[in-house]
């Protein structure tokens, strides 16, 4: 049987076993199963794998996105940029680690745009707005981050509330 999981802590919240387990039905792939592996620390993870030498990949929660870095083998490239890791590749006993957050976004983008924008408006600096600021980089788009809390490298939602030439002057606007 083939198996994946998911680390993190809590995972009390996560639906990702559910969502995995019907959808390894919906598509036929048989002989797949999904665990949750509810772990405080990162260093943990050797455990699972030693106690789960089956496992072919895991998906990476909160808290553990930056601390599993070190663990690894390999990093995608992107992923250095970043400095999170979502998603572990298990092959031969080696540990990849890559970033779907950065993979998705810009894949999808890419396929979306007949050309490229002169510039984009990230809303939020959360945790996922380091892929799109890495993807945006590597396809040559400049982009200014808006937040709650302003810095040198922000702005605020009152400024872009107060400037709305702001949103016509930047055509892409992620949320």
Not at 75 to 84: R, T
């Amino acid at each position: 049987m083939r198996k994946f999981g998911l680390i993190g802590f809590p995972l009390g919240h996560s639906f990702s076993k559910k969502y995995f387990t019907e959808k390894f039905k919906k598509e036929e792939i048989p002989n797949c199963s999904f665990e949750l592996f509810e772990i405080e620390k990162a260093e943990q993870l050797s455990e699972i794998l030693k106690n789960n030498p089956e496992l072919e990949g895991l998906s990476v929660t909160i808290p553990h996105k930056q601390a599993v870095i070190p663990m690894l083998d390999e990093l995608d490239p992107a992923c250095e940029a970043i400095g999170a890791v979502n998603c572990i590749q298990i092959k031969k006993g080696k540990l990849k680690g890559y970033n779907t957050d950065y993979i998705g976004f810009k894949e999808s983008l890419e396929e979306w745009l007949d050309e490229k924008p002169k510039s984009a408006l990230i809303l939020g600096t959360g945790g996922a707005s380091k892929a799109v600021k890495k993807a945006l980089e590597d396809l040559g788009i400049p982009f200014q981050s808006v937040s709650r809390s302003v810095s040198s490298v922000t702005i605020s939602y009152e400024t872009l509330h107060a400037q709305p030439e702001l949103l016509e002057e930047n055509p892409l606007i992620i949320n």
